[in-house]
């Protein structure tokens, strides 16, 4: 939960800097709340004002504990999409049509808009 939080601050600041306008920046919010290893987010604010959330989710049904390695699990991508960011906490997950075959790992996300499109990239392997 606060790894989900620190990235999520990390990445608000970085998209402010990028436009190169002053940005006031909140306190972390928690956008995903489940007992399965989340990782790899990319927050996406659409043409519409909707704030899109791309991540990554262990399928490994044991919840972590320190021993716990999550580089072992496989993943898949999972989207939430909300009008706000604190919205993404209570939006419901869904995951991607995942049309490679079985035992592919999804790993890394990133999104973007594009011609009224939502484009999303990620990285596979097994």
Known sequence: ??????????????????????VEVSNAVAVTSHA???RNQC???DSGGN??????????????????????????????KASSVEGLLSATPQVLDDPGPSGLNQRVVSAVEYD?????FVSYNR
Do not use: C
């Open 36 to 38: 399965k290893f989340e």
């Open 1 to 22: 939960m606060q790894k989900n939080r620190a990235v999520m601050a990390v990445l608000l600041i970085a998209v402010g800097l990028a436009w190169g306008a002053t």
């Open 43 to 45: 927050v996406l604010k």
């Open 51 to 80: 704030y899109w959330l791309f991540y990554a989710r262990a399928d490994n049904v044991e919840i972590r504990d320190p021993s716990h390695n999550p580089d072992t699990d496989t993943y898949h991508v999972y989207y939430k």
């Open 116 to 120: 009224g499109l939502i484009w999303v």
